[in-house]
């Protein structure tokens, strides 16, 4: 399994170097995603391996964490509107997901239901497992979004970004692997962050703990002011790979007719998704002020880690996008059961 790992590594840092060559947003993780998809498709002996995956995923939870600094809480306030916005968001979300599969994907209603939440793809599998849902079809479906919503969501807000020109540290999320120097204060914080962090997101049995824990540990370092580092780029490029060929690698053993149809039902749900989205970004900037293309990216049905990316790599506040994924999270896996069990199997 290491072997196909490394092997998938190796070709997602082709992948991703062609992006970056070719300038596309976000090059290290959709470079790596599309290789390792069409790997995967044809059947090359590559495959995502967890016991490697969490020590990228670690690295890019610091990252994610530093995006956060003491003038942010500042800002704070600005933020209750879309926060408080983001449930009825996520139920008109879910509304329409839920009925699409139901009516147009022909799913039975647990299924249905499970693959419409805008979740993760752990939490919902395993609630749909323990209701009746087809946990595969489940997994694939949401799968399949994330992986259209983290290929076309960076184009579409590029788009509407055109003229954001990043920091030296962002910049350096989307450049060529370089020999930055890594000095020991840089080594004690950032392996510090993700080793402290693992291990409380461990014990605290956090969703996708290997993620959640560096990036809290990270984030309260830096909101504290207690530094200011940043990881180099070379081991965010690296990260990022391993994101990207982590996504890629979810293809793995799908037959063509499988693959097809999962890619056609989750681009009907995805275009719904965005659709209501951008609908709610463009209101919520108009009714606060706030950037629709920031608000489009806190709303956006993809994960936590990759939308963070993607504001990053724009240079738009990546804190703002965190929290509001973070919120996301907790209100689907408080409310997808709840409402399950309120309604019986949706209908």
Known sequence: ??????????????????????GAPLPWVLGAMIACAAGSIARLPIAASSATRRPMSAVIGVVLGSAFHPGLMTQAAEWIVPIALLPL?????????????????????????????????????????????????????????????????????RAFEADVHAPPFVTALAAPVTTEATGWPLLFWGLGCAVVGSLLGRTLRLPAWHLMGPLFVSALVHLTGLSDFHIPAWAVAAAQVGLGATIGCRFVGLDLATLARTLLLAAGSTAILLVITFGWAFAIGWATGLNPALVALAYSPGGVAEMSMVALSLSLEAGFVIVHHLVRVMLVIVGAPLSFRIMGAPR
């Open 1 to 22: 399994m290491i072997l196909r790992f490394l092997a998938a590594l190796a070709l997602g840092a082709a992948g991703g170097a062609l992006f970056w060559a070719v």
């Open 89 to 157: 968001f996520l139920a008109s979300a879910a509304f329409l997901c839920v009925i699409y599969f139901r009516r147009v994907a022909r799913f039975d209603p647990p299924t249905a239901y499970f693959a419409g939440m805008p979740g993760g793809i752990a939490e919902m599998v395993l609630m749909g497992s323990e209701r009746g849902a087809d946990e595969r079809m489940v997994g694939l479906i949401h799968g399949a979004r994330i992986f259209l919503v983290v290929f076309i969501l960076p184009f579409l807000i």
